[in-house]
């Protein structure tokens, strides 16, 4: 029993902690290669904050400074917050609720105007819309679900994420694949004996990405 507890307190054991663990580190890299020349271009152009900044995260996320610090921020309180899994339900609500409230509030501003401050632009909303609907459903999943319907479930979000994402390189990566990586981080979420095949369909889904945006541009087929 004393084996038991102490397991049930081991930092990053539980899958909703490993889910929001690895957000955070998802939030890191972000963070760190908006400063990086070539993963960021026209990187000339990054300034701190507001529309005029040029830079392009990846050539596709408009970014700043201030937005590369506050995902490092985010990916800092996820580090500290995933130890427990009050802590990282917390952060996987209050984050996903944060991201949802951001994609609303680029909808809602016009691009060129001093209200974009941070800034955002159509694909960031796209970003933050898929963000916030996998944090806060990772966030707000029972942990007490019956463990065969939480697996089958996740086996089948997790396989549906890897199809969908393979089918994004031919086809619109912008419109697919982001929802192939929100049932993938979904299926992360719900643990089980499928987390190894959802993580799997995680990375299967960031390479399906940048393939498919890479032959959308050689192609010249629509993004979206």
């Known amino acids: 029993m004393e084996a038991e507890a102490r397991l049930e307190e081991a930092p990053y054991s539980a899958p909703i902690q490993q889910f929001a663990l690895l957000v955070g580190l998802a939030f890191l890299a972000a963070g ?80 060129g105007s001093g209200a974009n401050f941070v800034p955002f632009d159509r694909n960031d909303d796209i970003l933050h819309l898929v963000l916030g609907l996998a944090m806060l459903g990772a966030g707000l999943l029972p942990e007490s679900m019956p463990a065969g319907t939480t697996d089958t479930l996740a086996g089948f979000l997790a396989s549906t994420a890897i199809f969908v994402s393979l089918t994004g390189v031919a086809y619109r990566p912008l419109r697919l694949i982001p929802l192939a990586l929100v049932l993938a981080l979904i299926a992360i979420g719900m643990g089980g004996r499928h987390f190894r095949l959802a993580t799997a369909a995680v990375f299967i889904g960031a390479a399906s990405f940048a393939v498919g945006m890479a032959v959308a541009v050689i192609t010249s087929h629509p993004l979206w």
Do not use: C, E, M
């Open 32 to 111: 760190i290669a908006g400063f990086i020349p070539g993963i960021t271009t026209h990187y000339d152009d990054l300034s701190f904050a507001g529309h005029g900044s040029g830079a392009k995260l990846l050539d596709v996320f408009q970014v700043s400074v201030l937005l590369n610090l506050v995902h490092l921020l985010f990916g800092v309180a996820a580090l500290v917050l995933a130890r427990t899994r009050a802590g990282a339900r917390a952060f996987l609500v209050g984050g996903g609720a944060v991201y949802l409230i951001l994609f609303l509030y680029g909808q809602f501003t016009s691009q």
